[in-house]
């Protein structure tokens, strides 16, 4: 059974930085690539970033481009995400998911595993 498990959420103030960890658990990790996105109340899931298996290859939202910044260690099943210079509107749940097919890199939609989620809130 595929589990996700995202920590390092709270509350920070603006301008603060937070690194969020995914910890996978009942898949091969180094060959899955995993995405991590965020969610208010009433609005729709936001994709943030993504990176391959591999480590080699990154994707960020464009508006997120510069303050964001994602990363694995396939040692310790872990991607982070690491947020710097955080702003209220940066306030969210943030997920992390994975696809269901290995060595798949997919686009913002095509994820199949869950995490649930992590508190994020930036004060002003």
């Known amino acids: 059974q595929v589990r996700l498990v995202e920590s390092g959420g709270g509350l920070v103030q603006a301008g603060g930085s937070l690194r969020l960890s995914c910890t996978a658990s009942?898949?091969?990790?180094?060959?899955?690539?995993v995405g991590w996105f965020r969610q208010t109340p009433g609005q729709e899931r936001e994709f943030v970033a993504r990176i391959s298996w591999s480590g080699g290859s990154t994707q960020y939202a464009d508006s997120l481009k510069g303050r964001f910044t994602i990363s694995r260690d396939n040692a310790k099943n872990t991607v982070y995400l690491q947020m710097n210079s955080l702003k209220p509107e940066d306030t969210a749940v943030y997920y992390c998911?994975?696809?269901?097919?290995?060595?798949?890199?997919?686009?913002?939609?095509?994820?199949?595993?869950w995490g649930q989620g992590t508190q994020v809130t930036v004060s002003s």
């Open positions: 998911a994975a696809p269901r097919r290995y060595y798949y890199t997919p686009p913002e939609s095509d994820y199949d595993y």
């Open positions: 009942g898949l091969t990790f180094s060959t899955y690539a």
